[in-house]
């Protein structure tokens, strides 16, 4: 989706009519805590798609999808009065995976800590397998002179 100026002024706008449509004219019961969290609409105005997420689990996900499928039309048909173009966008419903993908990441931050702990804590208390300085030292020549003048 392309980002134009006159595609992000109506993407605004759409943004702003679904979210009061939502929270005042939609009356679906399957309807859950829904969030408009983003709308990306194409250069040519033609096509919008409106990214969502809801509070709660898949079985209120699934009723909030079916809910706001049954009322694309009437929402559309807002949308077209309010923004005053010649022609309507088709609107497209997306559940945003953004919630579920920070959830994750919260997971795997919070894995990588713990294990940063385990070896500090392994580090702290380790031994050298041999001596503390594993290198060569070059040996002593007085010595070895010593023992041929004899």
């Known amino acids: 989706m392309v980002d134009h100026p006159r595609a992000r002024k109506v993407a605004d706008r759409i943004h702003e009519v679904v979210a009061q449509m939502l929270d005042t004219r939609i009356k679906d019961?399957?309807?859950?805590?829904?969030?408009?969290?983003?709308?990306?609409?194409?250069g040519d105005l033609q096509h919008a798609?409106?990214?969502?997420?809801?509070?709660?689990?898949?079985?209120?996900?699934?009723?909030?999808?079916?809910?706001?499928?049954?009322?694309?039309?009437?929402?559309?048909?807002?949308?077209?009065?309010?923004?005053?173009?010649?022609?309507?966008?088709?609107?497209?419903?997306?559940?945003?995976?953004v919630p579920e993908t920070a959830a994750h990441l919260d997971a795997a931050l919070l894995e990588a800590?713990?294990?940063?702990?385990?070896?500090?804590?392994?580090?702290?208390?380790?031994?050298?397998?041999?001596d503390a300085d594993p290198y060569k030292k070059p040996v002593d020549d007085e010595d070895d002179s010593d023992d041929d003048a004899r």
């Open 49 to 97: 798609s409106v990214f969502y997420t809801v509070f709660g689990d898949d079985e209120a996900r699934q009723g909030t999808a079916a809910a706001l499928k049954s009322a694309t039309g009437l929402i559309r048909s807002e949308v077209g009065k309010q923004l005053g173009v010649r022609l309507t966008p088709t609107l497209e419903f997306v559940l945003d995976a």
């Open 29 to 42: 019961p399957r309807l859950g805590f829904v969030t408009v969290t983003d709308v990306r609409v194409t």
């Open 113 to 130: 800590a713990r294990r940063d702990r385990e070896v500090s804590e392994l580090a702290s208390s380790a031994q050298y397998a041999g």
